[in-house]
T-cell receptor, first 112, second 113 residues
């Protein structure tokens, strides 16, 4: 299964942009890149996903490298509510399940 | 609240006992997933249902684990003869269309003494 690698932790000042990197050098051509975040004692929450092109939604932007071996989640203005563990995951299509393969994630701290 | 619900939220059991967890997905979602998460790790895929059919199971899933989804609605995950290594958060997620977002429940935290 393809794996993802992320920094263990990152810090950001409130209201500044945050760039969260992810490496997935063994990604296959059909794997989608998904990002989820998780607050303590809660299940993961979907943030954004993409295949090849950069994507934007109300929560964040996703920049995908041309070779698809890395991606970056961009939070345009970090708030205290964005403090969470962010997971870069690959949606693996085994038997059509599109199961998510999670790494260890990046713990984002937001400094007021 | 129309999100994914899981019961119980916490379960403490003694080694060797059987436990069963329930997941109620979002009503129109036909895909249901079970994941397991240990401290400091990301969730790990266990099994997947499309409607009532269990279509995939992780190679790591012990034969002590069994899951059902009768009538394609709620799902149960049973662990027989629990071991201390089974202590983890068990997460359920559902989705409507492949590749779209999965909606996760709050999880059931299992502690095996």
């Amino acid at each position: 299964d393809a794996k993802t690698t992320q920094p263990n932790s990152m810090e950001s000042n409130e209201e500044e942009p945050v760039h969260l990197p992810c490496n997935h050098s063994t990604i296959s051509g059909t794997d989608y890149i998904h990002w989820y975040r998780q607050l303590p004692s809660q299940g993961p929450e979907y943030v954004i996903h993409g295949l090849t092109s950069n994507v934007n939604n109300r929560m964040a932007s996703l920049a995908i490298a041309e070779d698809r071996k890395s991606s970056t989640l961009i939070l345009h203005r970090a708030t205290l509510r964005d403090a969470a563990v962010y997971y870069c995951t690959l949606a693996y299509s085994g038997a059509g399940s599109y199961q998510l393969t999670f790494g260890k994630g990046t713990k984002l701290s937001v400094i007021p | 609240d129309t999100g994914v619900s899981q019961n119980p939220r916490h379960k403490i059991t003694k080694r060797g006992q059987n436990v069963t967890f329930r997941c109620d997905p979002i009503s129109e979602h036909n895909r249901l997933y079970w994941y397991r998460q240990t401290l400091g790790q990301g969730p790990e895929f266990l099994t997947y249902f499309q409607n009532e059919a269990q279509l995939e199971k992780s190679r790591l899933l012990s034969d002590r684990f069994s899951a059902e989804r009768p009538k394609g609605s709620f799902s149960t995950l049973e662990i027989q003869r629990t071991e201390q290594g089974d202590s983890a958060m068990y997460l359920c997620a559902s989705s409507l269309v492949q590749l779209n977002e999965q909606f996760f429940g709050p999880g059931t935290r299992l502690t095996v003494l």
